[in-house]
């Protein structure tokens, strides 16, 4: 029988493209989407849609029963850079919106979940080359505390309530068909809109920060491989690792440059530098790779070409 899934937060940068990939998968019919409010109105109109506030639990509740829902995506959150901004709300939707769903899960009201955790878990105490899977997690924002805390739930659901619940660490998502969302990473998304507006671009990070990224195919592909996994196979109900690429502000102006030869990025670091310099220049996904043979596909050269490609065929259409 084919799962019936509920995705909080379809509105977002990954929850919309997971939303339609799913729904190729399985079926329009068996994907309800949902956010607390109708702004993507593509989104909106192209299947079954609720409006759902992530922290109220008996409007969750309510959704799964009507829809008869087994399995659950938690996509919303308040991303690193906003979550600074208002450190209380942050802590109150990323944390609230969990517990709804892992309690719903606890009282066998739904079957699986799917929670997103973050490289932003780690922190300035954390080896910053080839972070492992298991290592010292000292967040230093909002989000990245609501994630470790998360994360420690979630185990702890499993080992003491058999809830089925499963996770990955993103790294930096580049996406062409969704803009950013107050994320430190978002520079790597930005650029590419300004280079082709503009042909210049100015960035929030230094020249040489290294950050793990990964492009949006490869994102909701591990997604989705993870909740298609067997249990039995899974090693981790905390969060797994999940690598693609790491690049610098430098490397990716570089390889915009051999597209649009006048492309020119300048540098003003903001608060979202010292976000940075806490995290892990790249990951060690090992452990995910061996557990439900994960592997990435898109290299930078190939995001690249894929973000020019694509915007610039939204710009001209």
């Known amino acids: 029988m084919t799962s019936k899934v509920l995705i909080i937060g379809a509105g977002g940068q990954i929850g919309s493209e997971l939303t339609y990939t799913l729904r190729q998968k399985i079926g329009v019919d068996n994907v309800i989407a949902?956010?607390?409010?109708?702004?993507?109105?593509e989104l909106v109109n192209s299947g079954a849609f609720e409006l759902i506030d992530a922290k109220d639990f008996d409007a969750?509740?309510?959704?799964?029963?009507?829809?008869?829902?087994?399995?659950?995506?938690?996509?919303?959150?308040?991303?690193?850079?906003?979550?600074?901004?208002?450190?209380?709300?942050a802590w109150d939707l990323n944390m609230t919106s969990l517990f709804n769903v892992l309690n719903l899960a606890k009282e066998k009201i739904i079957k699986k979940v799917f929670w997103p955790s973050s490289i932003?878990?780690?922190?300035?105490?954390?080896?910053?080359t080839n972070t492992p899977q298991h290592t010292i997690m000292e967040p230093t924002t909002v989000y990245g505390i609501t994630k470790q805390?998360?994360?420690?739930?979630?185990?702890?659901?499993h080992k003491n309530y058999n809830v089925d619940v499963r996770s990955v660490r993103y790294p930096?998502?580049?996406s062409w068909k969704t803009l950013p969302g107050g994320g430190t990473t978002d520079y790597a998304i930005d650029i590419f809109h300004q280079a082709i507006a503009n042909k210049t671009y100015e960035c929030f990070i230094n020249?040489?920060?290294?950050?793990?990224?990964?492009?949006?195919?490869?994102?909701?592909?591990?997604?989705?491989?993870?909740?298609?996994?067997?249990?039995?196979?899974?090693?981790?109900?905390?969060?797994?690792?999940?690598?693609?690429?790491?690049f610098t502000p430098t490397e990716i102006a570089q390889t915009i440059?051999?597209?649009?030869?006048?492309?020119?990025?300048?540098?003003?670091?903001?608060?979202?530098?010292?976000i940075a310099d806490t995290w892990p220049k790249s990951i060690n996904d090992s452990v995910a790779r061996k557990d439900w043979g994960w592997e990435h596909n898109f290299d930078l050269e190939q995001i690249t070409n894929e973000m020019l490609t694509q915007l610039i065929k939204t710009v001209t259409s």
């Open 257 to 274: 440059k051999t597209h649009i030869s006048e492309f020119q990025i300048t540098y003003k670091p903001d608060f979202r530098q010292q």
């Open 60 to 89: 969750i509740k309510n959704c799964v029963e009507k829809h008869n829902i087994d399995t659950v995506y938690l996509m919303a959150a308040m991303l690193s850079a906003t979550g600074e901004k208002y450190p209380e709300a």
């Open 207 to 246: 020249a040489d920060t290294e950050l793990p990224m990964m492009f949006m195919d490869d994102a909701v592909r591990a997604t989705i491989d993870l909740m298609e996994a067997k249990g039995d196979d899974l090693s981790i109900r905390s969060s797994y690792n999940l690598a693609g690429i790491s």
């Open 34 to 41: 949902s956010d607390i409010n109708k702004n993507n109105l």
């Open 149 to 157: 805390v998360g994360e420690r739930w979630c185990e702890y659901y």
């Open 172 to 174: 930096g998502i580049i």
């Open 120 to 128: 932003a878990v780690f922190g300035p105490t954390t080896p910053k």
